[in-house]
């Protein structure tokens, strides 16, 4: 099962690592880099994708710059689903934990998504089990492929859209959080994170749908991933900045005529230019509404990495 999951893992890193330059800076420059193909094994200079860019950043938009990528991946469920690409920068305290509550906690999530209806973890994963399918930690006490901090399958409701053209929606996904503390990256010590999601299969996963709740419209994400990685400081670069990179493509499901897409398509990135809009003006500003919530998060996520590396320790005697 570990050697499954190990491969499973492995294939899906190379498949982030091809779409995000930043998260392949940190799977393979990292402590104990993934072993991963060595044509994706070269951070930043791989990204020979035909990328559109739709949004340049400026400061009208926040800084925010989007890319397309038209009909991507290989699973049949999924077709004709563009792949949107999201760079930014953010700066504030506690980014690599505050960012996953962004889209995993409804309580911070319905600040700036209107649509959400419910979200949340309906089974949490072992910690010392995702650590172990992710990489074992190494003689120098790193993690190969980040530390996993937060693992487990989530359930997400969305409320209708567009005026009742996209009905409620759903979705169950095995989602997880892999931090890097330091490294050695170009000489230099670095520290990031990776915010990971992948759809659960009607097969494999349908008994672990919430009971006693009507099922809705499934949506589907091909692929879903936020990668930060804290950035030097220089007279351009604030203290506690990070670049981030999000990637997702989302099937929403159901059928639509050829000529509603384009309003289909925009709920989706009107929906993450929206995030970062609130995250950079309100969630990580030093004092803002999120700092007491951030606490107890912080505090849930560090409590329940360090049982899983205590009980690590006692496994190993």
């Known amino acids: 099962m570990k050697t499954t999951g190990s491969l499973f893992h492995t294939q899906m890193y190379c498949r982030i690592s091809q779409i995000s330059p930043l998260a392949q800076r940190l799977l393979t420059n990292g402590p104990s880099p993934r072993n991963l193909p060595p044509h994706i094994s070269n951070p930043l200079e791989a990204d020979d994708l035909p990328w559109r860019t739709v949004q340049k950043p400026n400061e009208r938009n926040k800084q925010i710059a989007i890319q397309k ?6 699973d049949p469920k999924i077709t004709n ?3 949107w690409r999201v760079r930014t920068t953010v700066t504030g ?24 209806g419910s979200v949340g973890e309906v089974i949490p994963l072992n910690l010392k089990e995702a650590n172990d399918v992710y990489g074992k930690r190494t003689t120098g006490g790193k993690y190969d492929g980040g ?3 937060r693992c487990g399958i989530g359930h997400c409701v969305t409320k209708p859209a567009v005026g009742g053209l996209i009905s409620a929606r759903e979705q169950m996904t095995v989602c997880g ?16 994170a990776l915010v990971w999601g992948f759809e659960c ?20 994400s091909g692929i879903f991933t936020i990668a930060m990685l804290k950035l030097p400081e220089s007279d351009n670069v604030e203290p506690h ?10 099937a929403v499901g159901g059928s639509f005529p ?10 989706v990135i009107n929906a993450v230019k929206t995030m970062f809009k609130y995250a950079k003006k309100e969630y990580f500003i030093e004092g803002g509404p999120a700092d007491i919530s951030c606490q107890q998060e912080m505090s849930h996520s560090h409590i329940a990495a360090e049982e899983a590396a205590v009980s690590e320790a006692a496994v190993s005697k």
């Open 69 to 74: 990528l038209g009909d991507y991946g290989d």
């Open 81 to 83: 689903v563009p792949l």
């Open 93 to 116: 305290r506690s980014v690599l934990a505050k960012m996953p509550s962004l889209v995993m906690d409804y309580d911070v999530r319905e600040r700036w998504d209107d649509a959400i």
């Open 147 to 149: 530390k996993t901090t």
């Open 177 to 192: 959080v892999q931090e890097w503390g330091t490294g050695n990256i170009d000489g230099t010590e670095e520290e990031g």
């Open 201 to 220: 299969e009607d097969g494999l996963h349908g008994n672990l749908w919430p009971e006693n709740t009507e099922r809705e419209t499934r949506a589907k």
């Open 241 to 250: 900045t990070y670049a981030v990179e999000y990637t997702l493509q989302l």
């Open 258 to 267: 050829p000529f509603a897409m384009g309003a289909v398509n925009a709920v």
